[in-house]
């Protein structure tokens, strides 16, 4: 990749954050209106591909120093977990549950176990794209 | 405590092996694994009184109620007898494996975690009386038997007879399922005793000979009855504690419990009756006269087994007549039968320990280099001299007993009068009666071939001595054995044979000591059974003496029609004949597939669409088109022109990127909002892809089209947009079913408690779809890793030769 490339490495550095935090919000506001955890770990995905081809692959290997297959692996289980989780109350297999809370900040908010089990997408779409993009990009 | 639970015993225990093996190395995993064996031997001991008095125990656990599918502990005579043999003889060759394998040398792990697994499929299989579970079982005990015989793996012989066993009996074990489906249809249960109970109300079905038929290829494979004993021999190769523990006293009897418990329910049909006596007397001749043939000692051995398999088969069968007659007469071949199945598990056992043995202290098994042991290993020759004249029916050892009965019950059969059998029956004890003489001349062969005779100890590859005492005690046990059966074969009758027949026929006894038969080792002279056996001893020790004259006559038959010969045929065959297939059509090019593929689902699609009437147009509820949708289609149009006409890579990648955004502006004009919103991120992720990866693409070229690929391509594009286009306007104008939009409107606020019903269907309605679909996901990305980063070479690492 280009090393030179200023304009798009100081812009790409603002703006990975700004669809970081979207990709965030997009993902909780998942249950109301539009997004959830597949749009979510697409989007960061989105912007940590922003900086893979602003910066390098190296460069960017640094930064998010995770490995990525065991995000992989990490999503599935909570996702399984989730929909496993509820034969411990002795109701079918992916029964979700949820209830309304008063949270500091927040207010009224609904707590859904639909929540974790997105997270699982989310951290599955992630670590499988970019392990996928790695993997192609990193290919000599 | 539900005893159910014990039969997970071995399995459970099998869980830690690998750990004590590699943790605890100065003790013998084989130590460990023995309490198992003698835990549960002791434990079913405690049910003797229980089935002895003609009562049975029974402990269950649903594992899927729905479908009427349970693990089922069914404890009665017939199957009390198999968990103690199983447990029993398990313990002794586990003690015996101790000093058999070596445990710095061998993989004890891997060997004591297959043992146990089969331990606990066997106990399944015999305790099952759910049909489904005891196929579940009947296949582990398949699968651990492949896993055994193959313990050697980076031996051919060792592969090749464990694909081959697994290959006979996995296929006869399906043919079996078929049968237990058609009886769980017919009978409307899978429980065998209601099976049993409610026979009268099916038993008249057209399908009932064909269920018998399909159990039988299970029960034949399994058991090693013609014509599928070949995988026996080869599954020699496995390590000779599991030749004795599978191989002869356990798995192969498997076939003959499966027949002894569904006599019951077949008894009344005549195929039954004729199959099962029928094959297990050829059988019986086949293996006994093919034995002599053999120079391996567990070759004799194996083609022993596949021999006397065949005797209780035919035993079986003709027990199955007891139900068609009130004579006392075919009473006694379910006894026999029951018994002599306790005596072949008994001698059987012990000789192969003593293969095993010779093996082990000289080196070979090959009987031509072997001679004149018995000075130098006195115990082991008591040991097979014991178990080999038991075999032959000698007296004074368990097998006469057995034997006698065998050949009692064989010449009752020409008394028999249904199904042809009093024009056919008199040939049962004729073959009967020549191929116990063959019995006499392997069991003697086997014997004397080994330890008497010529000393040629130079030959050997080790020097000869007798085995260590740890390994001559199972064998020592089970001879001890042999005798005891002969000197009190009725109190074994009344504890063992008899609740066990009575089990086996249970319409016909009440109690287990009406079944009991009184045998004894001398009735007169007026007795014929007694007169053969004399006849055995006189013709086959005159066999035995002049066995160099007539022993090249197995010479005479051409390898190629043997039916080895046909399996490997069948094999090769299958093999070339699926690879020509497959390249026939698999050219390697994804564009073919994909050719493929889509000409397949076009026409499919536009001629299901026609033949079955289903296309409709409704325009009444279409939107209205405006000028924002047409200049979106024709750059979605005008886009996918520019991929096709593009020369070069990077504008078809830009070109496919402006036909996806398009789409996506689409979904926006119709609100979908979810759509459109992953539709860009996707399409903005694969660009970038494209990209990435784009410096790896070779030049644009095309792989050699003609203008007539072009077309056909051509041709089929517009097929596919056709199809896709009329499955669409047909879909909406048809309105067959009510849609299922309203339910989601109701209940996604109350019951999934969200307001985004797009998503509420992806992680909650179908939340199955999700979580599959992010599984097919990761499987995609770790296969990409694994292609690209770890490079595996072409040929792959070579495990199979060391």
Redesign the interface.
Known sequence: MKKNNVILQTTAKVTFFIIFLFSIHIFFAGHFAPGGGFVGGLLTTGAIVLLLLAFDLETVKATLPFNFTVVIGVGLLLSLGTAAGSILFNVPFFTHAFAHFELPLFGDTELHTAMIFDSGVYLVVVGAAITIIQSIGGDE | MEFVWFIFLPALAALFIPTLFKRVTGIHTGWFVLIIPIVLFAYYSTYLPLTASGEHAISSFDWIPSLGISFVSYLDGLSLLFTLLITGIGALVVLYSIFYLDRHKEKLGNFYVYLLLFMTAMLGVVQSDNIISLYLFWELTSISSFLLIGYWYTRDGSRFGALKSMMITVGGGLMMLGGFVILGILGDTYSIRELISGLSNYSGDPLFTLAAVLLLFGAFTKSAQFPFYIWLPDAMEAPTPVSAYLHSATMVKAGLYLVARFTPIFAESSVWIWLVSGIGLLTLMWGSFFAVKQTDLKGILAFSTVSQLGLIMSLLGAGAIAYHSDDTLFRFAMFAAIFHLVNHAVFKGSLFMIAGIVDHETGTRDIRKLGGLMSVMPISFTVAFIGGLSMAGIPPFGGFLSKELFLDSMVALKHFELFNFDTWGILFPVIAWIASVFTFVYSFYFVFKTFTGEKKFDKLPLKPHEAPIGMLISPIILAISVIALFFIPNVVGKWIVAPAVMAAQPQLYSLPSEAAVHVQAWHGFEYIPMWLTVGVIAIGALLFTSIKKWQPVYGLQPEKLSLNALYDGVMTFSEKGMNKLSRFYMNGLIRTYLLYMFAFFSVMTIVVLFAKGAFKLDMSSLSPITLFAVMNAIVAILGTGMVIMSKNRISAIIALGAVGYSVALFFVLFKA??LA??QL??E??SV??F???FR?LPALKTHGETKQNKLVNGIIAIGVGLSVTLVALSAHSNKLVASISQYYKDTVHTE?????I???I???YR??D??FE??V??I???A??GM??LRLSRKGSDDEKE
Do not use: E
């Open positions: 909002p979810d919103l992953t991120v996707i903005t992720i970038a892809l990209l990435l990866a790896h999934a408690g969200g307001g985004n797009v998503n509420v992806l992680v909650d939340g199955f999700t979580l992010i599984a996901l990761s995609a990305g770790i990409v890793l690209i980063r």
